[in-house]
Every structure is written in structure tokens, then in C-alpha cells.
């Protein structure tokens, strides 16, 4: 069965702190790999996309890797505004782009 | 700002009731999706809709139904709704073939009680 599991469930770091989200998948034909942000009572937005092994993008303080298993978000020196959940989403290789997405990562950054 | 809004924003429902909920996709994008996100959980696919087809869905049971319109927005139905129905209801819309690159509006809190 296709299954998204992320980890820690909760991050708390002060300001400037650097770490690590990870994100774990079990997916037959992975199409693509993608990482939202969702912050309180809204939509998720969406902010990377990876598609093979090795693939690696940057936004500002993050930056997201993609391996066979696993993608990890990085945020370096991260600020109050961070602060939000991080949703990790597998595309899969069916005939219609059904989305499976994790139960996300509450990143909580202190001043 | 990404152009999905969805009506209402809020919504409380008695258990057994019928709801209708909205959205209107981003100007352009013609393949819409479904999902409930229950609290502290990651969304669950309910159902996409393409050129006015239903083109997938996930594990909810038929009285999840739903209707995409010429010009792309889009209605989710359900019926006989039970307690654990309560939920953040969320549209997304993206172009053709980036079903997974979508915009997603600001939801529809559903509460039944």
C-alpha cells in the first residue's frame, strides 16, 4: 500500500537554528515528489517539486533533496515566519494524479 | 494570493444533513481535486475532476459526490453526514498533467454536530 509517514511530528528551534524535516515514502511509480507549507486555518501552498533521486531545489532558507526513500527539507537559519506545517505529498503511477500526502511536520521557529 | 476560492468558509451541519460545497479554480487550470483534512492529520484525496469528468478517487464512500462545471469550478456533495464528516474541506486546481502542482483555496471548515 502507497504510504507517506514524515518525521518529527513537532520541531520547535530558535531563531537561526538549522535542521531537517524528513520525509519517508512507500510508493509504487513514483511520479513526483512534493513539499507544501500550511500555516493556520489555511490551504496548503505549494513551494517544491522533485521528480528523481539526486534532484535538489532552493527557495530563500529552504531547500529540499530527493532520494529513493526519502526527501528531507532543510531550513537553514530559519526565522518566527518559518513557522508553519510542512506537508510532503507523493505523486504516484496511476492513471490520474491522486496525491497521497503525509500528516506533515508543525516546524515552530522561537525569536 | 492563488485565484481557488471556495464557499462557504464555514459550516456547521446537523448528523444526516446534505452539504454542498464550492470552488472556483484558477483562471487556466482544468483539472480539479478533492480532499478532507481532519485536524493535525495531512490532506486525504476524496476525488479530481478533469474536463468535467471524474477522474480518480480515493477511499470515501459514495455519498461523497461531486460536479465539475464548463467553465471548471467545482461542487462537493455529501449526503446523510455523520460526526466524523467534520473536517477542512479543500479544493485544489492545476493545469493539465501537474495534478500535484496545484493551488489549493483557503478551505471550508465543516463541522457536524
Known amino acids: 500500500e502507497d504510504q507517506v509517514t514524515q518525521s518529527p511530528e513537532a520541531l520547535r528551534l530558535q531563531e537561526g537554528e538549522s535542521s531537517s524535516l524528513n520525509c519517508s515514502y512507500t510508493?509504487?511509480?513514483?511520479?513526483?515528489l512534493f513539499w507544501y507549507r500550511q500555516d493556520p486555518g489555511k490551504g496548503p501552498e505549494f513551494l517544491f517539486t522533485?521528480?528523481?533521486a539526486g534532484e535538489e531545489k532552493e527557495k530563500e532558507r529552504l531547500k529540499a533533496t530527493l532520494t529513493k526513500k526519502e526527501s528531507f527539507l532543510h531550513i537553514t537559519a530559519p526565522k518566527p515566519e518559518d513557522s508553519a506545517t510542512y506537508l510532503c505529498a507523493v505523486q504516484a503511477g496511476t492513471s490520474y494524479d491522486k496525491v497521497i500526502f503525509g500528516p506533515g511536520t508543525s516546524l515552530s521557529v522561537i525569536p | 494570493e492563488t485565484g481557488v476560492t471556495q464557499s462557504p468558509t464555514h459550516l456547521i451541519k446537523t448528523r444526516g444533513q446534505q452539504v454542498t460545497l464550492r470552488c472556483s479554480s484558477q483562471?487556466?487550470?482544468?483539472?480539479v481535486s478533492w480532499y478532507q483534512q481532519a485536524l493535525g492529520q495531512g490532506p486525504q484525496f476524496i476525488f479530481q475532476?478533469?474536463?468535467?469528468?471524474?477522474?480518480g478517487r480515493g477511499n470515501f464512500p459514495p455519498r461523497f459526490s461531486g460536479l465539475q462545471f464548463p467553465n471548471y469550478s467545482s461542487e462537493l456533495n455529501v449526503n446523510a453526514l455523520e460526526l466524523d464528516d467534520s473536517a477542512l474541506y479543500l479544493c485544489?486546481?492545476?493545469?493539465?498533467?501537474?495534478?500535484?502542482?496545484?493551488?489549493f483555496g483557503q478551505g471550508t471548515r465543516l463541522t457536524v454536530v
Open positions: 475532476y478533469y474536463r468535467e469528468e471524474e477522474n
Open positions: 483562471s487556466g487550470h482544468n483539472t
Open positions: 522533485l521528480y528523481s
Open positions: 510508493v509504487s511509480g513514483l511520479r513526483g
Open positions: 485544489a486546481s492545476s493545469p493539465t498533467g501537474r495534478g500535484a502542482e496545484a493551488f
